[in-house]
């Protein structure tokens, strides 16, 4: 079973940056796609950003496509979430999830796509 572990989170000023990762042990990342999803307070789960297994074919929601750049790094089996431009309707937990041999391509996909998922990190976006 892949297992995977958010960190980076934490308190930003708008117009501010951070990093988010995804770290995982049990299995390699190449093979698999990994997505990241944020819920905020009252809100449904939101997908935001996918990089796929095959190709690292990516996929951005429009609230964050310009300001959020998904990438991976398979010698560190991680995958990162470079959020600039932080805003306070940023402000949710964010997870990162997993599902082998997925494409990301065609648009958001659905939580229930993806079998494995981390425990989530806050990020707050606030003066």
Do not use: H
Request: a neutral charge; charged letters at 15%; proline letters at 4%.
């Amino acid at each position: 079973q892949l297992q995977l572990v958010e960190s980076g989170g934490g308190l930003v000023q708008p117009g501010g940056s951070l990093r988010l990762s995804c770290a995982g042990s049990g299995f390699t990342l190449d093979y698999y796609a990994i997505a990241w999803f944020r819920q905020a307070p009252g809100k449904e789960r939101e997908g935001i950003s996918c990089i796929s297994s095959s190709d690292d074919t990516t996929y951005y929601a429009p609230s964050v496509k310009g300001r959020f750049t998904i990438s991976r790094d398979n010698a560190k089996n991680a995958v990162y979430l470079q959020m600039n431009s932080l805003k306070p309707e940023d402000t949710a937990v964010y997870y990162c999830a997993g599902q082998q041999y997925y494409y990301c391509g065609g648009g958001a996909s659905p939580a229930a796509d993806f079998g494995s998922w981390g425990q989530g990190t806050q990020v707050t976006v606030s003066s």
